[in-house]
């Protein structure tokens, strides 16, 4: 899935994704082939219509399939790979799903505009739950990705809980009186909103 300026939950993504990405793509251009991105192509239109810089980018490149099927007839294992991704999450429903087909892919599945390819394609994949095609050659680093972020919500909460279990008051850290027990459970809150559809409560 692409990232065009989702809001609350992407924009932790696309600030992970301004982070350069290993060289990993295996230039298949499945993933340009069978695009789709976490609104709806009307609220991409929507977002066009109000001059949204990204929305405009990825619409000036991607033009929209029929249907889902004629996406499945060029990708069928990305298309595949998408709806699952969908079907488990709680923010998103399956038939609002609109895939897309890249004008400047080439028949070996190359960027023909690669140095001048918008901001949406330069951060692909931009997190670790980005749903890329089967084979893809980020699934190692998707996976890293994955773990580092549960690594870092599952030391907060670690964090939270030491706290209120040594807290001499229950409000203050025992080391560091400057932080409240309440802050903390805030911060814990805020850095799992954004990744709340994919589980990130259970980590």
Request: aromatic residues 10%.
């Amino acid at each position: 899935m692409f990232n065009v300026n989702d809001d609350n939950a992407q924009n932790e993504l696309l600030n992970e994704a301004l982070e350069p990405l290993p060289d990993l793509c295996h230039k298949c251009g499945k993933c340009c082939r069978s695009a789709t991105t976490f609104h709806s192509y009307k609220i991409l239109q929507e977002k066009v219509a109000a001059g949204d810089q990204e929305a405009i980018d990825f619409l000036s490149i991607f033009k929209p399939f029929e249907s889902i099927e004629d996406a499945r007839l060029v990708e069928p294992e990305q298309v595949e790979q998408v709806l699952s991704v969908v079907a488990q999450r709680d923010d998103m429903n399956v038939e609002d799903v609109t895939f897309y087909y890249c004008e400047y892919v080439s028949p070996e599945g190359l960027c023909t505009i690669y140095e001048r390819r918008p901001r949406c394609c330069q951060s692909a994949p931009a997190n670790g739950w980005s749903a890329m095609p089967p084979g893809c050659g980020f699934e190692g680093w998707q996976f890293e990705q994955r773990e580092k972020q549960k690594r870092m919500i599952r030391d907060l909460k670690t964090s939270a809980y030491m706290m209120e279990q040594l807290s001499p008051d229950g409000i203050h850290h025992p080391a560091r009186p400057e932080t409240t027990l309440a802050e903390l459970q805030a911060l814990v809150l805020d850095k799992i909103k954004p990744w709340k559809p994919f589980g990130a409560h259970y980590w």
